[in-house]
């Protein structure tokens, strides 16, 4: 079973690493389009996939909010990194985009703001797991601020729709261009999903690998008394 699940994953890897590369290839190899239609190849759909994985981050909060099991909040450390990593390459990639569309790095826009927003909930989320040693305590305060900072994602999308901002409410594209958006978004849900996936997998199941600091004396596994 471990070997099948080993043969699995690195096929998973393979053919995400492969679509990326073509995808890469097909962008550079389009002499009409500009760095901007570039840029916005693996713009949008990292921006689609931050909003995803904040998603499951929620879902797997109020998972362990039903039930208190260990999963959840695996889970749910898992796609808090994926979020904060894909947050970055979407902050990153937008201020490219708008240096050769706006001529500026950066501007306090309603959706920029709560995009960076979503960066520092989601960073602080995971500046704030080790600061707690209680495993269950952890879990249970995490849970409760995923939840929390997950608000913050609805605003992301509506703020274009909803407030004055420079951000574009739509983009006309031409087919050929709409077919590579469409297939840029494979390869970057794979990474996504594959990330997620993996970090979880790597995340220690049993009590001996759960032991929290006693700061009293040595390592001592969560729950027993010294």
Partial sequence: MTEW?????????????????????????APSMGPIQKIFYLHLPVAINTLLSALVMCIACVGYLG?????WDDLAHAAARVTVLNATVLLLTG????????GQWWTWSPRLAFSLLMWLLYAAYLALRPMIDSV???????????????LDVPLVYLSVKLLPD???????????????????????????????????????????????????????????PT
């Fill in 5 to 29: 699940r080993s043969i699995t994953s690195r096929a998973y890897w393979v053919a995400t690493v492969a679509l990326l590369a073509i995808a890469l290839a097909l962008a550079a190899l």
């Fill in 67 to 71: 039930g208190r099991r260990q999963m």
């Fill in 95 to 102: 201020m490219f985009w708008a240096r050769m569309a706006w």
């Fill in 136 to 150: 269950p305590r952890r879990a249970m305060v995490c849970a409760v601020y995923g939840i929390i900072a997950f």
């Fill in 166 to 224: 420079i951000h574009p409410t739509s983009i006309e594209l031409a087919p050929d261009m709409r077919r590579l958006l469409l297939f840029w978004f494979v390869p970057v849900t794979m990474l996504r999903a594959g990330l997620v996936a993996a970090r979880f997998s790597l995340t220690p199941r049993s009590p001996e690998a759960r032991r929290e600091p006693n700061r009293n004396g040595p390592l001592r596994p969560t729950g027993v």
